[in-house]
């Protein structure tokens, strides 16, 4: 039976924790495929990173808890996360990246894990923009940051994507295999980061519409407008050392 590595990064995470664990144990899925969640606490304070223990203690032993003893970054905790991953992984199976808030909904997991029927296909990308829904609270100002990002990555990868920032990211175990090593970037970087190494192992990346309800920074969004710039720095670095034939590589659903 093929397992789903759902990897969660944490940080600081409030009262929506326990219901996003619940989702992502309870979300459902394509016949034969269970479940298992990596929660990695990013350097928590004290009270969250209680929280975050208490709740995967509640879960049992469908979650495993990782601690980092400092706040290294979303692309850190997501490192760590996928390396324990590769530690128990079959190559059937697949690890999909899952933030700590309510802003997408598991209820999505089908729906990606579906696109990998396609034996070509080696990741999958979820997409906010698909859904006809996208600017329904959205800011405007973030939508076109992310767009423009988009648009850049797209530009050095060739890829073709619509939404290379979104957080849903599905890779089989043996692309994650294959990319994992070429993963450096501790924070929010590591979005462009794995973009740019499918592109370079010249991976098929698919993409599937998801729900997305935007959180503001007042309830707790972390990425700011630095993070933006650190995303091109990372766009243009890895464009230097990927050099993939543009026109290959994206397959949108």
């Not at 789903?4 to 495929?33: C, H, K, Q």
């Not at 979650?63 to 190559?91: F, Y």
């Not at 690890?95 to 396609?118: G, H, I």
């Not at 990741?123 to 767009?147: I, K």
Request: proline share 5%; aromatic share 8%.
């Amino acid at each position: 039976m093929p397992i789903l590595y759902v990897v969660m990064p944490v940080f600081n995470e409030g009262s929506t924790l326990g219901e996003i664990v619940r989702r992502v144990l309870e979300a459902p899925m394509p016949t034969g495929w269970s479940v298992q969640l990596i929660m990695v606490d990013d350097g928590s304070r004290a009270e969250a990173a209680q929280a975050t223990a208490q709740c995967a203690a509640r879960a049992g032993g469908a979650v495993q808890l990782i601690v980092h003893p400092h706040n290294r970054g979303k692309g850190a905790a997501l490192m760590t996360g996928c390396s324990a991953v590769l530690t128990r992984a079959t190559d059937s199976d697949a690890m999909l990246v899952q933030d700590a808030d309510l802003e997408y909904d598991p209820a999505d997991f089908r729906a990606l894990l579906a696109a990998l029927s396609n034996p070509s296909i080696g990741a999958v990308f979820g997409n906010r923009w698909g859904t006809g829904t996208e600017r329904s609270g959205y800011r405007r100002m973030h939508a076109l940051a992310n767009r423009t990002l988009t648009w850049f990555s797209n530009q050095a990868t060739g890829l073709g994507v619509h939404d290379m920032e979104c957080c849903y990211k599905l890779l089989r175990i043996p692309v994650l295999r294959t990319v994992l090593p070429w993963l450096s970037e501790e924070r929010f970087g590591i979005e462009p980061q794995i973009a740019a190494a499918l592109a370079r192992a010249q991976f098929q990346v698919a993409e599937v519409p998801v729900q997305y309800s935007p959180r503001t920074f007042a309830e707790g969004k972390k990425i700011r407008w630095t993070d933006g710039v650190r995303a091109l720095w990372v766009i243009a670095r890895e464009r230097l050392r990927t050099r993939a034939p543009h026109g290959k590589g994206n397959n949108h659903q």
